[in-house]
Each structure stands twice: as structure tokens, then as C-alpha cells.
């Protein structure tokens, strides 16, 4: 398996501009997580999903964030609009639900950039 | 809010020397994990040890918890330059599969 899929790995926009962030969990697995990564806060559980659907989203910091996931094999995060503060790497992980399998498996991260 | 706190922040140490990690948490878990970050990268989950478990071995790794301290400590024996990443802790609690993870500990291993 390929592992978890992100993309981009890397992103540079404008204050204002729209972001979008894609992520293809390995495939099987019925759990995706977002997680936000800074120095300052380290890393933050933004929102979960199982079975596609949205289960804890009350790490979204706010109303400019939003997570969807349309089929078991994508999953997207879009900031609208972006804001300095956003700047972090941004991570997806998924994991399987086989009784006693709570290990997460993590992407390689979008190091996303709001000038 | 963090759950997880590691001690120390930083550790450095040279090549063969064992490395003590430790992690405390507030309030009833679950599980606790301990996930390793190479600098860059994603995180790799190394082991897990659940509530009712005191000790966990795998490979080179042991974990200890001490659910009456709300403690747990990850010993890596032997260490090696390419152990050199950051160590997370993360708990989940009640029903949530929620990881709550702790800011990490920086090892540093000098050949």
C-alpha cells in the first residue's frame, strides 16, 4: 500500500486566497483524521471522520475551516479565506477499525505558507 | 489542551546510551501511544499499551505506565544515530478515538 496521500506537500498563498489541502487515506481504513501542527501549539486534532462521516470537529478553530469527505478514499480541508496565522503543516492520518487497532497512520504533511 | 506532557523537551545523548522519555497526563485514558517524527516527516506510530497494562516491550523499545501517577516513560535501549526525532506521547479517553498528543521530546543521538 502507498500509505496515507497528501497533497500538495507544500503550498505558498496570499492573505485572503482560498486553500484547499487533499488527502488519500490507505485504503480499508474507516477513521481520517486532520491535524494542524505549529511550534507554538504543537499538534492539534482539527476534526475526524468514520465512515465518511463527521464525527468530532471541535478543534476547527473557526468558521474559515471547513473538512469534507465525499468518498471512503478522499477527504479534503479548505480554508477560505486564509489568514497568516494559518501557516502550519497540516497533516492526515487514518486508521483501520479492527477491535484493538487504534494506531494511526500518517501522510507526509502540506507545509502550508500565508504571506 | 495538551493531555499528554513530555519530559524532557530535549535529550542528547551518544550512540549505544539508553534514552528515557516520559510523558504524564490529567485524567482517565484509555490507551497511550508513543509516536516517533523525523524532522519533516510524518508520524510513526511505535507502540501502543493499554490502560490495564503496566509493560510493553518491542525491540528496542520498552514502555512503562503507571496509571496511579498518570505516567507513562518510553526507554529506548541501545540508542543509534537514526533514533535521532522527536517522541510524541498521545492518549485517547472515554469513547472518543481522539488522540491527544503531547509536545514532544527532541532526541538527539551523536555517533
Known amino acids: 500500500d502507498a500509505g496515507v496521500i497528501q497533497s500538495p506537500r507544500h503550498e505558498v498563498t496570499e492573505m485572503g486566497q482560498e486553500v484547499t489541502l487533499r488527502c488519500k487515506p490507505i485504503s480499508g481504513h474507516d477513521y481520517l483524521f486532520w491535524y494542524r501542527q505549529t511550534m507554538m501549539r504543537g499538534l492539534e486534532l482539527l476534526i475526524y471522520?468514520?465512515?465518511?462521516?463527521?464525527?468530532?470537529d471541535s478543534g476547527m478553530p473557526e468558521d474559515r475551516f471547513s473538512a469534507k469527505m465525499p468518498n471512503a478514499s478522499f477527504s479534503t480541508l479548505k480554508i477560505q479565506p486564509s489568514e497568516p496565522r494559518d501557516s502550519a503543516v497540516y497533516f492526515c492520518a487514518s486508521r483501520g477499525d479492527t477491535k484493538g487497532s487504534y494506531e494511526q497512520y500518517f501522510g507526509p504533511g502540506t507545509r502550508l505558507t500565508v504571506t | 489542551s495538551q493531555q499528554g506532557e513530555e519530559d524532557p523537551q530535549a535529550l542528547s545523548i551518544q550512540e549505544g546510551e539508553n534514552a528515557t522519555m516520559n510523558c504524564s497526563y490529567k485524567t482517565s485514558i484509555n490507551n497511550l501511544q508513543w509516536y516517533r517524527q523525523n524532522s519533516g516527516r510524518g508520524l510513526v506510530h511505535l507502540i501502543l499499551?493499554?490502560?490495564?497494562?503496566r509493560e510493553k516491550h518491542s525491540g528496542r523499545l520498552r514502555v512503562t505506565l503507571d496509571t496511579s501517577k498518570k505516567s507513562s516513560s518510553l526507554l529506548i535501549t541501545a540508542s543509534r544515530a537514526a533514533d535521532t526525532a522527536s517522541y510524541f506521547c498521545?492518549?485517547?479517553?472515554?469513547?472518543?478515538?481522539?488522540?491527544?498528543f503531547g509536545k514532544g521530546t527532541k532526541l538527539t543521538v551523536n555517533p
Open positions: 499499551i493499554r490502560s490495564n497494562e
Open positions: 498521545a492518549v485517547t479517553q472515554g469513547g472518543s478515538e481522539k488522540l491527544v
Open positions: 471522520f468514520n465512515n465518511n462521516v463527521p464525527i468530532d
